[in-house]
């Protein structure tokens, strides 16, 4: 940690720095600069936060030199992490497309939506049944009927399952009927949740929050690992930025930095980040030469009866096409399928 | 609503477009362009959603007229909604000042802070109890032990107390202790949460999330006040941008407009919206210049050994002297403080 | 400024880090911290910039400790500066009111302009000869006529006069018809026109890209004073953000926040900033609360007959109440309007 | 377009629409909501922008229905523009490597990084010879020599080259010496200037401003091929967010909308994009995994002694092993390299 005392800073001010950094037993380098003090401090990371530097009279401004997680840290960890659900893994190497409608909206649909991902090489269903809408008006989800729906299709077609959880009531009725735990972008920094999906055993896909950083995605991340579960995947789903002619702006280069930062695999999210089928393909391709370790793909029966973001959901028909593509790509990277 | 077919629509298409609209109780006027055709529909905004007609073929973009949410609209009120919470106002042309610390650390500090902000003019304490912290090495509250401090430096001082509720758990404990519920910007779009609150019958202060726009602010109250709950203060807080020469933006220009959009009363949060102590006293007289209802102060006895957000702390001195220089703005602008 | 060596850097890396350091006529510091070392480089901060150092092996990142700009900082003057154009006082603790059309149409609607914010208490006058405009098919203003139209309105109401200059072409023409140039929010950062304005021996109105970091608007100021023109009117204009309710974002904090980091004035647009003409009043009441220097205000004879602006321009009837409330917030904060 | 009403909106208020509007060759066509009025107008799009409705009494908005560029849409042509520069080709389904340093520093770094950029396989040679920067003590490029630099390079390897140019003077010198002209990000609204190279006769490299829009670039795009000039390539370079993880966020779904909305080809800059030599590799192979025609990399025979950008530069040797990488996904997506 690097202090940076303010040009008018006095000896008294100085002195009252060091001493709470020696109290908290870190070691005091002083650096005097040609204007101003620079104060190195060396010591555990972890306590800084509780040190309040930065409201102490003379300190402009206090800079971390080490990263705010330290569970979820490439350094934590020789190699990278391998999450394994029912047959599908995520990481070593390999792709796994998690594939199914955005929400569950009936039997039929969903058997139908399962059948086809499964032709067409996914390794797990998605389908919300617990739907956070922004309007109140929109259609909530089929609960714990859906979850049902959900437990249905996998036992059909074998493909292990993944659903949202909104709260512990949703996670409570969610841990029996399905495979793996999705946290939404709206509840990344919902830290009581993040704890009870950490408690819960089950493998959690983590959504970056549209407005995070990459730091506060991993600072999520470390509060479910702190739980003890550390079957975590993150998944980059696109960004709010000034632009609007896309839903988000799928922020590809956070995978292969993720990558460099986290021992977590990664996977993308083409269809919540654009918004659009159109660009579901091209992105889904990039999103892999970009190192994904996988995909989350909306496919839905029939897109133009969809319940729930019809635009970008793919038909099975698309999705076939893409998986072809995708192979080819998955092979040119040195990745299978 | 209008819908704006694609230059290569087919009859067909816009049949079936047309069909579904009218099976949804909406007419449709048809407007032949110079190369599109556009569609009026007419009928119930709230019929809308569930539409989905932005996935049908043919359709290029559908742009809704009307505003997306209901109960909380000027239209919905003939005037001004006033949220009374123990003595304090908001709204009635008055001026509400809110203090406190970030959080609740102990008997001392929070009386001690209560009994200045009192004495400078505020009209209710603000203390954090659960802490919503980005970092699980961060200091997380006192939980209970800190909505009883809350309590009790309420009964000594007369002031109502506000707090930060996190979940469903932090929820049934405040409203033992508490005056008012806060929403953190984290957990605006938690609907579960915003229901919970909605139904406890308790005054709530709904922070905007610090990515959100002014329409999902607004849909998230319509969540809290379609429970029966109509007791919602709106709090600006900044929104995360580009700049980060100050903690965020704040986007003042929200205040005007959202009293234009609804009934609602709003307050401005200078504090965590600039995360600097210099900038809090100009933006809380700005804030009171651009129509707000009231502020939200961070006041801690003493900011440079604050365990959370000591920067942007006020020291009681400085928020006397902010009170006094809000008293002539106030008048200036026909507020009664 | 502080090197972070990676956490495999080796004594090889460290020792080219240093010597380069040396070379540059820095002294390097040395600080070993848990895991990393950290080196503290002393010395003067215009050299670091051909430094290059974080492209050497083993540096995983720089932090500068000094701002990157020199003339316009406040260290680098006892006290603020006064810009002085004509009658127009920027500074010394006067309120300078610059309002007129956002473009110069004909004869008849700037005189009429210029009238009545004259008599209003506008200190200047603003009018666009040469409009930048997004759309190749948009009105792009009258040139060298609407200059001579400018001077004209001048020499009948005495008021001196501001227009906005885009390339060397209309520099050259402005600066015989007008009092003091603008470089608009989109060539903020063209340099070239920045050095022009500077030799220009002309007040300049540097507005703020609307995408622009602080750090990176003092920057634009340090070309134009570099070439010994110290008379540079900063001018917030609002910032671009995912928020699409108001044309920007006002970024109101940035009035205080730059008061303190520069020496010189600061204006606020409140008209380009909010795009609405509902928000004007409120936001310009705002921005004197906050410290601003002046305002800049588009008034057009009829806003609905506008070629360019508006919606966000205030009839000459509106513009009177204006005036009229801000000598109430202008006593309140102790300014003479 | 639509003009929308406000709901208080005055028979008399009305007829003034519909009068502008007929008058302006416009036909009205009125819907009747459950609320609101609202208008369609159809007629020619280009006289749309000089009828300022926005700012007539009664009009709440105004959404124009048409897009505000017409040259460059897709609509305007029936097939994908190519652009041939030299023996390089951009479009066509061939993917065009442009490649080497960011400023031209010496011969002898120009042209060893032209003979290895050569010898991978790049098609086009780039070094900046006018550099804009941010900081006014920053290295500001060769200016004139350095043009001479890249016309010798040029001969020697056979490479056609591209500059970037910032005002007329430097166009002026430019036009001489390289192939195509760069405008850059900070210059894409600099309207003199995209006129300036339109009229040039020589093929246009139009980096999207890191603020831009899609509309804002395809509109700036629109100035430059009014002027006579169809030899247009657009480059998209990231944009700028709330994360500061990386310099900017690359926006690749851009490059996939961008050629639905647009016949121009789109090349991607993953060097400023990322500002980081670890990111550029992955980014570079997801940009063609997403359609774009071609990529234009920063490449220094010593990234750690560059004068500028040295941290997103690839040493010619890490060039070599990208180009064989591009080659595997060049081919899995069916284009030639």
Redesign the interface.
Known sequence: M?I?MN?SATAEEIREVQQRLEQAGFQA?F??????L?I?A?????AI??L?L????GVERV?P??K??KLVSR?AKGKSSVVRVGNATFGANRLAVIAGPCAVESEEQLLEAARRVRAAGACMLRGGAFK????????QGLGVEGLKLLAAASSVTGLPTVTEV?????LELAVEYVDMLQVGA??M?????LRAVGRSGKPVLLKRG??A????WL?AA??IV?EGNENVVLCERG????????RN?????????VK?LSHLPVVVDPSH??G?R??VT??S???????ADGLLIEVHPQ??????D??Q?LSPDEFDILMG?LQ??A???GRSA
Chains 1, 2, 3, 4 share one sequence.
């Open positions: 690097v940076v040009l380098h650096i005097r600069g040609v204007k101003r620079v190195g060396v010591g555990n990371r972890s936060d509780s309040a930065e409201a102490m009279p800079i030199i080490m705010p997680y350094e956070p809408r922004t309007s109140l008006y929109s259609f909104v709260d512990e009531a949703s709206r509840n920094q919902n830290f009581s949740l549209f407005s950083t990459i730091d506060e600072m470390e509060y702190a960004i709010r930025t000034f632009e609007k002619a896309t702006t799928l922020d590809l280069s956070a995978v292969p930095l460099r980040a654009t659009n159109h660009l091209p992105m391709l990039a999103a892999v030469a970009a190192e897109p133009s009866q969809a319940l729930c019809g635009p959901s593509q080819r790509i092979t040119a990277v």
